[in-house]
C-alpha cells in the first residue's frame, strides 16, 4: 500500500473515531438524564478514548514519515 493510501485510511480512521466518541458523548449523556447506569458506557468511551489516541499517533507518525 503506498503511503499516500496509508495516510488516508489514517485520517479516515482518526475522523470515524472523533464521531464515535461524539456519540458515546451523547449515549452517556442521555444515560445519565435518565437516572440510568453509565458504568459501562464510560469503560467503553475510555477504549474508544485510548484507541483515538492510537488512531492520531499513527496519523502522526504516517505524516512524519511523509515529510522526510
Known sequence: MAL???IEMARRH????ERHLRR???LIAGLDEKGLPT???MN???LLEDMQ????EHLSR???KAGD
Do not use: Y
Request: glycine letters at 4%.
Open 53 to 56: 489516541a492510537m488512531h492520531r
Open 62 to 64: 504516517l505524516l512524519r
Open 4 to 6: 499516500v493510501d496509508e
Open 14 to 17: 482518526v475522523h470515524e473515531g
Open 44 to 46: 467503553f468511551l475510555h
Open 24 to 26: 458515546q458523548h451523547q
Open 39 to 41: 458504568d459501562d458506557a
